[in-house]
């Protein structure tokens, strides 16, 4: 999920950034849309606000003002392709359910957004919505249609368990996904205790993440992934990871896989910046843009997890004893 969030942080870069649009427009009411979609959760949000009018204003005064920023009315739709169906959004503080907006250029608080009950696409998810938005004091309404990331699964048994992480080892994780899913990100959250003086000699649960592989691409097969490493590569990143110090105890618990799908909106946008950063690259950030009579970006995304799986004796053994981990302490 790390990665998807600085996969998105470039379209705030952009929109930020000296492309084609001025955060300070002259005559002229530009909508800006910003919304992650994910099926698994039970509401949906959908970020709806506007460019600047003043000219010659301080930009720094009109983004901190919630009357500016925000349209004061409207009516955010999403609506199932396929059946048609509607689903009116509900415009709420969601400061009001714990939610807040991170500090930044613009004003924190309220913190509007647009609310979708997931509920009303019935037991079934579509596969595509379209996403519009209406104002009295819009010429034409704001839309996008995005396809939805669902029916992501990891395989079980790939890899087994009580997992096997010796070093000579090769070690595939597999998962399957619907043929919207384009781009992955794929994280092993390593679960173990540890005690020292700091903790009174009391073991504390403790995890770290180790990052297998991000921005991973969908490969010849449109609804299967796969990801394969050796299994000595463990060893390296924990070594490199966790903190040697004799006063430290460890003991292994289990691994957890996770991970992270996101729809072609995700990949647009890296693909963008990939092709710009190159040695043949111009040094003006592209804006990936998919709002109809707006700017912003709509995708979705889904995570899935396998959690505790055990390690083997070997893997154990190697922990203990092998040349990369057997500084950290583990019993």
């Known amino acids: 999920m790390k990665k998807f969030i600085e996969t998105l942080l470039i379209l705030f870069i952009v929109c930020s950034c000296e492309t084609n649009f001025d955060i300070e427009a002259s005559e002229k009411e530009i909508p800006v849309v910003y919304g992650v979609l ?6 949906q949000y959908i970020r709806v606000q506007r ?60 913190n509007i957004l647009y609310e ?98 991000d921005h991973l691409e969908v490969g010849s097969d449109p609804t299967k992934g796969s990801f394969t490493f050796k299994g000595i590569e463990f060893y390296k990143f924990l070594g490199s990871a966790l903190q040697i110090s004799s006063d430290i105890q460890r003991n292994m618990k289990s691994v957890d896989i996770l991970l992270t799908a996101g729809g072609n909106e995700f990949k647009e946008i890296l693909n963008l910046n990939q092709a710009n950063f190159g040695l043949t690259g111009s040094n003006s950030i592209p804006r990936y843009n998919n709002i109809v009579n707006g700017i912003g970006f709509l995708s979705s995304r889904m995570k899935v997890s396998r959690t505790d799986i055990s390690l083997s004796s070997i893997t154990l053994d190697s922990l203990r004893l092998g040349v990369y981990t057997r500084t950290l302490q583990f019993k």
Do not use: C
Not at 38 to 43: D, F, I, M, R, S
């Open 38 to 43: 994910n099926v698994t959760e039970p509401k």
């Open 51 to 110: 460019a600047f009018l003043s000219k010659g204003g301080n930009l720094s005064d009109l983004s901190k003002d919630p009357n500016i920023l925000y349209y004061s009315g409207g009516r955010a739709i999403l609506t199932v392709i396929g059946t048609g169906k509607t689903i009116l959004g509900k415009r709420i503080n969601t400061e009001d359910i714990g939610i807040k907006r991170d500090s930044g250029f613009f004003a924190e608080s309220p």
């Open 116 to 213: 979708f009950d997931t509920k009303d696409w019935l037991l079934t998810p579509p596969a595509k919505v379209i996403f519009t938005f209406e104002n009295e004091s819009l010429l034409k309404g704001v839309s996008s249609q995005i396809s939805l990331v669902k029916d992501l699964q990891l395989r079980e048994g790939i890899p087994s368990a009580p997992l096997n992480l010796g070093y000579d080892r090769v070690i595939t994780i597999g998962w399957n996904h619907s043929p919207e899913t384009k781009l992955f990100d794929l994280t092993m959250r390593i679960n173990y205790l540890e005690k020292s003086n700091k903790s009174n000699g009391i073991f504390l649960d403790k995890s770290v993440d180790w990052v297998l592989k």
